[in-house]
């Protein structure tokens, strides 16, 4: 088999691997990528298995070169990969400094970190974002909560004129012309 190239096949299509189990003892799977990947971790305090080459490339220049692209790229949205500590300067080329700015100049980066736990400056990071994660959607739902029906009403017309188009709300007049003429409308 050729460097960087993944064979497609029933085993490799949608792999998992088991990770644990949960409170109910049901077992908990995640999905194994194809070829390569980096544990990242998005705005929200999630921590997700990022392809950085889940097909076939024929060169081993053309997938790092993808790679590194599409780490940067998540990089400059604000994800954080597991596997470096987030005071590393790598990326200052893309964010102009460390991912995270240290608290105190005490603070330096970690030089061995745990690639299945991350160090101490990537869990206190993730903490803070699950929290204000959290804090987000509680506001999110407490107003929702305390919108009377005008205001629920005024957010759907919004909402539908907005997206109405994608939602099948059939305003297009060319299937309206339809309507009715045995098509199964």
Known sequence: MAEGIA????????????????????????????????????????????????????????????????????????????????????????????????????????TDVDPKEGCKHYLKVREYRRAESAKGAAARKAALSKADERSIKAMAAAYKETFGQHTGDNSDPRKAALKGRGNGE
């Open 7 to 110: 064979q497609l096949s029933h085993l490799t299509v949608g792999r998992t691997r088991e990770v644990g189990r949960d409170e109910y003892g049901r077992i908990r799977t995640e999905k194994v990528c194809a070829r390569r990947s980096w544990k990242m971790m998005d705005t929200g305090g999630n921590e997700l298995d990022i392809p950085i080459v889940n097909g076939r490339v024929f060169t081993r220049q053309s997938w790092e070169k993808y790679g590194r692209n599409h780490v940067r790229e998540l990089i400059k949205q604000g994800f954080l990969p597991k596997h470096i500590c987030p005071l590393t300067t790598e990326f200052r080329d893309d964010v102009g400094g460390p991912l995270v700015a240290p608290k105190s100049d005490k603070d330096r980066m970690c």
